[in-house]
T-cell receptor
């Protein structure tokens, strides 16, 4: 019940495409859902986050869509660029701790 | 901003020695810091929660006597890997809480020979 399931495991898109990464959870006590971007050998960087009472949040080229009834949320990257190639992790917070998804490796081809 | 630093960024040590990793929040105070471990191409695994002025809370399966955590101030937490062995080789990452958000350090690559 504490798991966050993330898909796909890997994703390849062309420059300008809109990759979509999905996450699903079971525990309705999760109260905060961030997305992180991680480059090889670096720590994760917070991209965008949403609370469960909001259905969508947009920051720059990154958009989170949140479906509370389905217990799913997703990250959309608009106008993707080769520099967006990285591993993306969704997470969910419970009692202050983050539970991470398995990660999605995104490759944006020029 | 919310900047978290770690030191060292990488360390190589001999089996049986102890290694200390520092995590600092540079521009904010963090009552709570977290320590994670990450194996290649895997997700982050929470090891422990570090609260300033109190004992750390360890996740199930994490040996508290092996991974000593001290949170001496609102800007500094340390992780000491005691009697390190090759299986402890990993990427260790800390994070610090600022409100609902967690900001991560750049990580420390530990290699135990």
């Amino acid at each position: 019940q504490q798991q966050v399931k993330q898909s796909p495991q890997s994703l390849i898109v062309q420059k300008g495409g809109i990759p979509i990464i999905n996450c699903a959870y079971e525990n309705t006590a999760f109260d905060y859902f961030p997305w992180y971007q991680q480059f090889p050998g670096k720590g994760p960087a917070l991209l965008i986050a949403i609370r469960p009472d909001v259905s969508e949040k947009k920051e720059g080229r990154f958009t989170i869509s949140f479906n509370k009834s389905a217990k799913q949320f997703s990250l959309h990257i608009m106008d993707s660029q080769p520099g967006d190639s990285a591993t993306y992790f969704c997470a969910a917070r419970h009692t202050g701790k983050l539970i991470f998804g398995q990660g999605t490796t995104l490759q944006v081809k020029p | 901003g919310a900047v978290v630093s770690q030191h060292p960024s990488w360390v190589i040590c001999k089996s049986g020695t102890s290694v200390k990793i520092e995590c600092r929040s540079l521009d904010f105070q963090a009552t709570t810091m977290f320590w994670y471990r990450q194996f290649p191409k895997q997700s982050l695994m929470l090891m422990a929660t570090s609260n300033e002025g109190s004992k750390a809370t360890y996740e199930q399966g994490v040996e508290k006597d092996k991974f000593l955590i001290n949170h001496a101030s609102l800007t500094l937490s340390t992780l000491t890997v005691t009697s390190a062995h090759p299986e402890d080789s990993s990427f260790y990452i800390c994070s610090a809480s600022k409100g609902p958000e967690q900001f991560f350090g750049p990580g420390t690559r530990l290699t135990v020979l």
